[in-house]
């Protein structure tokens, strides 16, 4: 079954402590982002990848970082979580050429 | 600058009442529009697409949108709702043909009332 991988779905963390959403995707799809969502404000890009080891910022990219060392895995790295990152996570996928994405179930992350 | 508004958080309609969601987008080249579905718990689904073919859209699970480039607008509707139909819609819009880089309105969450 095609699909996007996220884990962990649920994580409380505490201010400070490093931690990486994993994402994984069995398309072989070209692309893959980064979106967080918050209430009133709709899914926002934190970072995005087109291939192996080409990554570039989206519109929120401050405080995490990514890396795309294979073309199905693009981990969301927090180094040093705030409270204000709290927040639903969707990691997406798409092939390029293509007009679709395909979004992961989501990763709701606290951070106290 | 792309952008990507979406009139009204919260619609209530009816059991069986027409559904209408509205969107209206910036975008300096001719856009590719989403319309995405998240229903409780789960990711985001695509409903239906424009990318520059007909005007109006048919997308799944009996919802439509068509797109009105004098009014930048991409609305969405669906004739007679059913209580499955609650969820929150998100409009978007890519400069690209490729969907790497969308930008999503607020959301609307869909209420049916029994």
């Known amino acids: 079954e095609a699909q996007v991988t996220q884990n962990p779905r649920y994580l409380i963390t505490v201010t400070g402590k490093k931690l990486t959403v994993t994402c994984s995707q069995n398309m072989n799809h070209e692309y893959m982002s980064w979106y967080r969502q918050d209430p009133g404000l709709g899914l926002r890009q934190i970072y995005y990848?087109?291939?192996?080891?080409?990554?570039d910022k989206g519109d929120v990219p401050e405080g995490y970082k990514v890396s795309r060392k294979e073309k199905r895995n693009f981990p969301l790295i927090l180094e040093s979580p705030s409270p204000n990152q709290t927040s639903l996570y969707f990691c997406?996928?798409?092939?390029?050429?293509?007009?679709?994405?395909?979004f992961g179930q989501g990763t709701r992350l606290t951070v106290v | 600058a792309q952008s990507v508004t979406q009139l009204g958080s919260h619609v209530s309609v009816s059991e069986g009442a027409l559904v209408l969601l509205r969107c209206n987008y910036s975008?300096?080249?001719?856009?590719?529009l989403f319309w995405y579905v998240q229903y409780p718990n789960q990711g985001l689904q695509l409903l239906l697409k424009y990318t520059s073919a007909a005007t109006l859209v048919k997308g799944i699970n009996g919802f439509e949108a068509e797109f009105k480039k004098s009014e930048t607008s991409f609305h969405l509707t669906k004739p007679s709702a059913h209580m499955s139909d609650a969820a929150e819609f998100f409009c978007?819009?890519?400069?690209?043909?490729?969907?790497?880089?969308?930008?999503f309105g607020q959301g609307t969450r869909l209420t049916i009332n029994p």
């Open positions: 997406a996928s798409s092939s390029r050429g293509e007009t679709e994405a395909f």
């Open positions: 975008s300096s080249v001719p856009p590719y």
């Open positions: 978007a819009v890519s400069e690209a043909q490729g969907a790497q880089k969308l930008v």
């Open positions: 990848s087109m291939n192996v080891e080409v990554t």
